[in-house]
Nanobody, 122 residues
């Protein structure tokens, strides 16, 4: 059974940093694609960053390029999202999600964590 457990959210002032963690378990046959997606109140969910855990290739939303970094520690089955130079518009619930195939898009993530809140004040 695939499980994702996030941690690391919180409140920070604009310009600050946070690091989110996602422990991924249950994949035994294939390295998954793991993504971080977010949803702000009244807005649609959007992709932030994703990584193919097989080879470490990554992709980012334009809104976070140069500020956020997705990475992994394979030994710990953990994917991280380092968020620097945070802005108030980054405020959202952040979700870790995973899928077996198709790491070239934000769609079709079949497994989700419970979410962690990130709040950035001006």
């Amino acid at each position: 059974q695939v499980q994702l457990v996030e941690s690391g959210g919180g409140s920070v002032q604009a310009g600050g940093s946070l690091r989110l963690s996602c422990v991924v378990s249950g994949y035994t046959d294939r390295s998954p694609c793991v993504g971080w997606l977010r949803q702000a109140p009244g807005k649609e969910r959007e992709g932030v960053a994703r990584i193919y855990t097989g080879d470490g290739s990554t992709a980012y939303a334009d809104s976070v390029k140069g500020r956020f970094t997705i990475s992994q520690d394979k030994a710990k089955n953990t994917v991280y999202l380092q968020m620097d130079s945070l802005k108030p518009e980054d405020t959202a619930m952040y979700y870790c999600a995973a899928k077996r195939w198709g790491c070239g898009s934000w769609s079709a993530f079949g497994y989700w964590g419970q979410g962690t809140q990130v709040t950035v004040s001006s």
